[in-house]
């Protein structure tokens, strides 16, 4: 953990077989274990700009959906849509309830199925 | 508002994050008394952005302290809290929600990327490839005691390395026109430009500037990506 944050953070950088590239990161607040993201970002070789594709929230806040007017109260997984991009919102600002994890480490393992990351001859947990 | 552990309240609010997500606030207990806490999140969801409160330097973290200072905000280590004086739970927690709406706006300025903002980030990005071999606003002393041709960031190299931070067509013009100088009195160099958003630039300004400097790197984050294995290619660290 550096100096100044309450969290821990890790990034990992990924390469699909076909060359784009990903990110993996991952954010733990020290204060309240509820209190993590698990994201899945995606960089455009054009601009090189990072879009978060995926985020796996904990519980510690709600979120609200902008378009459709819910709220979320609990575990909630931020997804990419492009409707939320063409009204100029958050790509990410799409959220559905979840209720296949608690706690990060579920969270990612929930991502990397989700998403079909596979990392050849590796976990990703021997990053 | 509801309980949630030993005189831990959370605090429900309609406000929040641009993703949606609401702010994290809760009311808290220590031996001082109540205070609103945010926890250590409004920093940590910052990040998720690359936006690195913690780190920054320059215009940013000024704009961040002037915001904690005018509302009595506490930074502990990342963790927010702001004090209840004389039971003005009210207060405390309006002006905490201020804090934290003008703290997230400051991810709005990354987005917007204000001038400024770039040329301390080109500054802080060269310094910290270069070190001490940078000189900002470099012109030469020989030929040029007016300073009228003004290289952003100068690295003081066996063949000298003419960085520019391109932020319009005018300052394209300017780079190409300071090359175009370095090269009549006879220097052997190397140039790059690393520009705001070379989207922005006219499509004859930029192909002029691909005549005239060696490299270009289309935004700052591209360079910050690539710039390191280019100056260690070309031998320039």
């Not at chain 2, 952005?49 to 905000?73: A, M, Q, V």
């Not at chain 2, 703290?103 to 270069?130: A, C, G, N, P, V």
């Amino acid at each position: 953990m550096k100096k100044g944050r309450q969290y821990k953070e890790y990034d990992l950088p990924l390469t699909s077989s076909n060359g784009n590239k990903f990110q993996v990161r991952i954010r733990v607040n020290d204060n309240n274990p509820f209190d993590f993201s698990v994201i899945l970002m995606y960089q455009e070789p054009q601009s090189k700009y990072w879009y978060i594709l995926r985020r796996y929230n904990g519980k510690n806040h709600t979120h609200k959906n902008k378009i459709e007017k819910e709220r979320i109260l609990g575990y909630h997984i931020h997804k990419a849509t492009e409707r939320y991009q063409l009204r100029g919102y958050n790509i990410d600002g799409y959220a559905e309830e979840a209720s296949t994890y608690s706690n990060w480490h579920d969270a990612l393992s929930v991502m990397l199925y989700d998403c079909n990351i596979k990392i050849e001859g590796k976990t990703i947990y021997d990053y | 508002m509801f309980q949630e552990g030993i005189e831990r309240y959370v605090v429900d609010t309609p406000f929040g994050f641009d993703d949606g997500d609401s702010f994290v606030i809760v009311l808290k207990k220590d031996e001082d008394g109540w205070h609103f806490t945010d926890e250590g999140h409004t920093l940590m969801h910052l990040s998720y952005y690359d936006l690195d409160i913690p780190s920054t330097k320059g215009k940013r973290r000024s704009f961040f302290n002037n915001i904690l200072e005018t509302h009595n905000i506490e930074d502990i280590n990342g963790e927010l809290i702001i004090r209840v004086e004389n039971e003005q739970y009210g207060d405390s927690l309006f002006s905490f929600i201020q804090a934290l709406t003008k703290i997230t706006d400051l991810s709005f300025i990354r987005k917007q990327h204000i001038s400024s903002l770039f040329k301390e980030d080109f500054k802080e990005y060269m310094k910290h490839i270069f070190g001490d071999k940078c000189t900002f606003s470099y012109s030469e002393p020989k030929h040029d005691p007016d300073g009228n041709y003004v290289v952003d960031c100068y690295v003081d190299l066996d063949r000298p390395l003419l960085i520019f931070a391109l932020t319009g067509d005018y300052r394209c013009k300017d780079a190409i026109i300071t090359c175009l100088a370095f090269k009549e009195w006879g220097y052997t160099f190397n140039s790059i430009g690393v520009f705001e958003e070379s989207k922005n630039i006219s499509p004859k300004v930029l192909a002029q500037s691909m005549d005239w400097v060696d490299k270009q790197f289309s935004t700052l984050t591209s360079a910050k990506e690539l710039m390191p294995e280019y100056t260690k290619k070309m031998a320039l660290c």
